[in-house]
């Protein structure tokens, strides 16, 4: 993410009414220092920031990491996305890649920048050909475990049968030239809509996992999109819970046929 995108970020952010801040190299030290010690006090809750908010920045109840673009190196990319979930519970980390952000990271990498525009040797900001090309590879991996990916990038073995199953494990993704929308929410109900889903235990990065599977399954038994579920019934679906297939098909707006294509995807505990 470069300076502006994140000042951009962060301005569309408090729009929406979040409570959000912006970080980047290119703020006077006690502006910095400012954000900083607000985020760590809880008083923001959403960090729109350049590599410049790096090491050191030690909060433990960070429950989501959105990568803006790609990073450029997979250490860069696991010591960022380390920092969520320190303090045991679930974290989700998004990353948004587009095959222009390759290009533009190629030419940081040939300046020797960061996305911050500050100067680094390779070594420091881990932006080597090969190590953008690893990422690219990473970033473009439809199917296998990219846990293992990383855990054997750093020469550790990973037990696969231990994933989560919250990146592509049997599940291929999805790649679109369209801005992702809830079409379903306008931005007001949107934002109240998922406070009331995070207080209720369920994130949106679970919401969102689940209803890629649905999408898969729709295009394996060749349906259109209108076939699979909404991000809404899956919602509801993981609020109930239901027992059996005959209890999910009687839940509004499911109904047999759509109980018995899904049901067997969802997993409850």
């Known amino acids: 993410m470069t300076r502006k995108e994140a000042e951009d970020t962060c301005?569309?952010?408090?729009?929406l009414g979040c409570h959000a801040g912006v970080y980047h190299g290119g703020l006077p030290r006690k502006r910095r220092e400012f954000v900083r010690k607000q985020w760590m006090m809880g008083k923001l809750s959403i960090i729109c920031a350049t590599s410049a908010f790096g090491m050191g920045i030690d909060r433990s109840d960070v429950r989501y990491i959105v990568h803006h673009s790609i990073p450029l190196s997979l250490s860069a990319y696991s010591q960022q996305i380390g920092r969520s979930g320190r303090d045991g519970k679930p974290s989700v980390c998004i990353l948004l890649y587009s095959a222009s952000d390759k290009n533009r990271a190629d030419a940081l990498t040939t300046e020797r920048l960061d996305f911050d525009g500050t100067t680094s040797s390779p070594?420091?900001?881990?932006?080597?050909?090969?190590?953008?090309?690893?990422?690219?590879?990473?970033?473009?991996?439809?199917?296998?475990?990219?846990?293992?990916?990383?855990?054997?990038?750093?020469?550790?073995h990973f037990d696969i049968s231990q994933c989560v199953r919250n990146c592509n494990c049997g599940v291929a993704l999805e790649s679109t030239t369209e801005p992702w929308a809830d079409e379903e929410l306008d931005t007001d109900t949107k934002i109240k809509k998922t406070n009331k889903v995070e207080e209720e235990g369920i994130s949106k990065g679970t919401i969102e996992y689940q209803y890629q599977k649905i999408l898969t399954q729709s295009k394996k038994l060749g349906l259109p999109?209108?076939?699979?579920?909404?991000?809404?019934?899956?919602?509801?679906?993981?609020?109930?819970?239901?027992?059996?297939?005959?209890?999910?098909?009687?839940?509004?707006?499911?109904?047999?046929?759509?109980?018995?294509?899904?049901?067997?995807?969802?997993?409850?505990?």
């Open 225 to 269: 999109k209108r076939e699979a579920l909404s991000r809404r019934l899956i919602r509801d679906i993981l609020e109930v819970e239901p027992a059996s297939e005959d209890e999910m098909a009687s839940m509004r707006g499911i109904g047999p046929a759509k109980a018995a294509r899904y049901f067997s995807l969802f997993r409850f505990g």
């Open 11 to 15: 301005l569309a952010l408090v729009r």
């Open 123 to 156: 070594m420091s900001n881990g932006s080597s050909r090969g190590e953008l090309e690893e990422v690219t590879a990473f970033c473009e991996m439809t199917t296998g475990c990219r846990k293992q990916l990383l855990y054997s990038h750093f020469g550790f």
